[in-house]
């Protein structure tokens, strides 16, 4: 069952989406060659208490860590580890933090160091992808068009879109309906109507779309062993268009990077 929010607690909920965003851009300074990812995580979770939340990954379904760090072949799920970040590694960081009693959940796929040229590539599909399939969320619109817009968008460039894992619904608990696939058909599954806060997030390979999952129980690794590109937005529906909750500006702000593409989802758009 799809829990629609009012206006007031889409506010609440941007409050939580606004402090993964910033929680992301503080690590965006830190991911660098020879630190590890338990290092940045210990990070996290004192900033996201900070800013009077709780981490929203820590020991939801037993997950052991606040974030989900999932480097160069890793899709999503990786624990952190005192293992440290090498040059031309990339890194996967998912981030939860609830607050007044709501989620904020999104995601941003980090280069360390240069990078192979192919790999950049594959992380800047990967965003805009997030991008294409936010846009058709919007009222009278259903669930398969948004997974169609990401699939034809991704493949079309030649890369592997990951069957297996979606988004989701946000709210009160992290995960609610609907599950939003980043691949399928238009005009197919649930309708979107106004006050969805929805999860938006695709995952793409560099090869094959088919994945395995690790002895631990939580790694998710790409079957050919190739890079992995994760990114994800918090987007409700107001006025019947996709608005923003999260943003990527305390990333590119920390990176250098100028860019506009998230302009036509504010609220004063």
């Excluded at 990954?57 to 890793?74: A, H, I, R, V």
């Excluded at 050919?224 to 990333?251: C, M, Q, R, W």
Aim: net charge negative; proline share 4%; charged share 25%.
């Amino acid at each position: 069952m799809i829990i629609t929010k009012t206006q007031e607690e889409i506010e609440i909920m941007r409050e939580s989406a606004l402090i993964v965003s910033r929680t992301l851009g503080m690590l965006a300074k830190e991911v660098k060659p020879g630190v590890s990812t338990l290092y940045l995580d210990k990070l996290a979770e004192d900033f996201i208490r900070s800013e009077g939340a709780i981490p929203g990954f820590l020991g939801l379904y037993d997950f052991p860590n606040t974030l989900c760090m999932s480097p160069n072949s890793q899709v999503v799920h990786g624990i952190p580890n005192k293992n440290p970040l090498k040059e031309g590694d990339i890194i996967s960081i998912d981030c939860g933090a609830k607050k007044n009693g709501f989620y904020g959940d999104h995601a941003y796929t980090f280069a360390v160091g240069e990078i192979a040229t192919e790999t950049r590539k594959l992380l800047d599909v990967t965003r805009e992808s997030l991008y294409v399939g936010i846009r058709e969320l919007k009222v009278g619109n259903r669930v398969g068009d948004v997974g169609y817009a990401i699939q034809k968008f991704t493949e079309d460039r030649g890369y592997g879109v990951v069957r297996e894992l979606v988004g989701h619904g946000l709210g009160r608990v992290m995960h609610e309906d609907p599950e939003m696939p980043n691949y399928g058909k238009r005009g197919r599954g649930k309708k979107f109507i106004e006050g969805m806060v929805v999860a938006i997030e695709p995952m793409t390979n560099l090869g094959t779309h088919k994945i395995r999952q690790h002895s631990d129980g939580w790694t998710i690794t790409t079957l050919d062993n190739k890079p992995s590109a994760h990114f994800e937005h918090d987007v409700a529906i107001v006025n019947g268009k996709p608005e923003l909750l999260s943003t990527f500006k305390y990333v590119h702000d920390a990176l250098g990077i100028v860019t506009n593409e998230e302009d036509e989802f504010r609220a004063n758009s």
